[in-house]
């Protein structure tokens, strides 16, 4: 029942695997989905160059779009941030996630950085895991419906999407998918007592 598939997520998978296991996850994700669901590739690399390979290989992979976190180890500043997502944006041709989770990478893009990143039409969605809820609103105060807004954050799911996410990229699915996807629907369809 879930919406959609991210192949090598940043703390597990993309920490482990080498850069042909990923892809070759992804192949097997894209022809299992076949069709149903669409497929992103998450892009979490220590380099903008990888990022940048990754995204190139991944389209002839079969992803519809991509997860995209700043380069990774190094905590770059603000203009090294911006500069990592519009180049990748550039090596895409396929829409793209914006991964924020300060909390487990330490970059912070924010809500000043995303409105800086509203021009580029490649960015169409935030998976946002800064751990603050006051963020969501915060993002659809300043920039309204320009990105689909997604919850990162399995404990703050509910209250993300009650502020006004429209989706959840999970963790718990893995372990709990049935209930997942629940959670989610109750909530979409405003039974906020059940789903709690």
Same mark, same amino acid.
């Given at each position: 029942g879930v919406h959609g598939i991210i192949t090598s997520g940043s703390l597990g998978e993309s920490s482990t695997l080498s850069y042909e296991e990923k892809q070759e996850v992804l192949r097997v994700a894209v022809e299992t989905a076949d069709?149903? &669901?669409p497929v992103?590739?998450? &892009?979490?690399?220590?380099?903008?160059?990888?990022?940048?390979?990754?995204v190139e290989d991944a389209q002839v992979n079969g992803a519809e779009g991509f997860m995209v976190l700043p380069a990774m180890l190094y905590p770059a500043d603000r203009r090294e941030t911006l500069t990592h997502f519009r180049t990748v944006a550039d090596a895409s041709g396929k829409p793209i996630m914006i991964y924020n989770n300060p909390v487990a990478y330490t970059v912070d893009c924010t809500v000043d950085m995303l409105e800086e990143l509203a021009d580029e039409p490649m960015f169409v969605a935030i998976k946002e895991s800064s751990d603050d809820v006051r963020r969501v609103t915060d993002i659809i105060n300043r920039l309204g419906d320009r990105y689909q807004l997604f919850t990162g954050v399995d404990n703050l799911a509910m209250e993300s999407l009650l502020m006004g996410s429209v989706?959840?990229?999970?963790g718990l699915?893995?372990?709990f998918p049935q209930e997942t996807v629940a959670i989610y629907n109750l909530i979409q369809a405003g039974r906020i007592a059940e789903a709690r």
């Open positions: 069709g149903r &669901v992103l590739m998450g &892009v979490a690399f220590t380099t903008t160059a990888e990022a940048c390979r990754a989706g959840w990229v999970a699915v893995c372990a």
